[in-house]
Nanobody, 115 residues
């Protein structure tokens, strides 16, 4: 059974930072493109960022320059560093492992940006 285990969410003030982590197996980590989606209340799920096996990254326009996705090969973990957070970043964030489309999803983790 494939597991994507997310951690690092929570409540932060506008302008603050959070780092999300997603741990998985070595097989999944080395085969798939890894990424993060998010879904805010009343909105569709959207891709936030992704990183290929060889480290190529892609970001949504709304987070470009504020978020950074990376791979920790020693721990089979993908991380999403989120800086300069805005209230509109409030959402449930999901880790994914994808080939052409997402194949596996994490359980989701809440990020709330509020004063």
């Amino acid at each position: 059974q494939v597991q994507l285990v997310e951690s690092g969410g929570g409540l932060v003030q506008p302008g603050g930072s959070l780092r999300l982590s997603c741990a998985t197996s070595e097989t999944i980590f080395n085969i798939y493109t890894m990424g993060w989606y998010r879904q805010a209340p009343g909105k569709q799920r959207e891709l936030v960022a992704s990183i290929t096996r060889d480290g190529r990254t892609n970001y949504a326009d709304s987070v470009q320059g504020r978020f950074t996705i990376s791979r920790d090969h020693a721990k089979n973990t993908v991380r999403l560093q989120m800086n300069s957070l805005k209230p509109e970043d409030t959402a449930v964030y999901y880790c994914v492992a994808a080939s052409v489309v997402p194949s596996y999803w994490g359980q989701g983790i809440q990020v709330t940006v509020s004063s």
